[in-house]
């Protein structure tokens, strides 16, 4: 399985990531729009600091200003039950959304999920919840955040949901695509792959696109693997450190390796 340790030491960075801070925004038109029942878009604004944070401005020239936008997480909430056809709302939004719905969905995309997708999950009723991407300025790339700060998103996001979905696949394409080759992308898609995974994610099974999955516990989520490869990157420590009780209370979740 491709590796997903972090590439760089934790002292490269420039800031200490212990000072991140998570803000939630949803945001529709205030008139009626096309499946607004059903497709729900949430905006994870990640910061450094809060603005107006004055006990941080001793750390150095390096350190962002509080309050600046280091980074993203984008995810959406496709619901249950609405009446709308639900592959329709998500392939309205874009390719990938539609990719992951083809995936899980009943054949009638309006109620129900796959076979493959009960099959996987615990708990068969319920919203999904989707990853769509996760961006860092590149200051803050290659030390294990970008899957910490998803884990932490899901946590605070997942209520209702029977699971959660992504499609490990490229955010972005050089300006000449020509320069892609199919062997570099599916060694990208492989790689972000294995950044899920050391969060729980599995591929669902018998799906070509390589769609994962991640099972939603009846208590806390993605908490305790998250909250450990948290201190793993923050400490510096050769392997993540697990607290007494944390690892029975993962859930099965993956905590092998981050990046």
Known sequence: MTSARPKRLVGELSSDPARLHLHYGHGHPAVPYDFEGTLESWYVKVTYGMAGDEEWEDEGSRAPAAGTEVGHVILWRLRDYTGDNRWEAADAESGDLAVIASAVLGRSGRAGYSAAFEKAVTHRVGDL???????????????????????????RLSGGCCAVAAYPDMAGYPEDREQLTEACRRQAKKKIAALWESIGFQRLGGDPAGVTLADVPEASGPVPASRCLWRWCCTGSPTPTWLPGERAEASGQAAQTVT
């Not at 769509?132 to 294990?144: E, I, S, T």
């Open 129 to 155: 919840l989707i990853l769509d991407r996760v961006h860092l300025d590149r200051a803050w790339r290659g030390f294990g955040l970008g899957p910490i700060l998803a884990a932490e998103a899901i946590r």
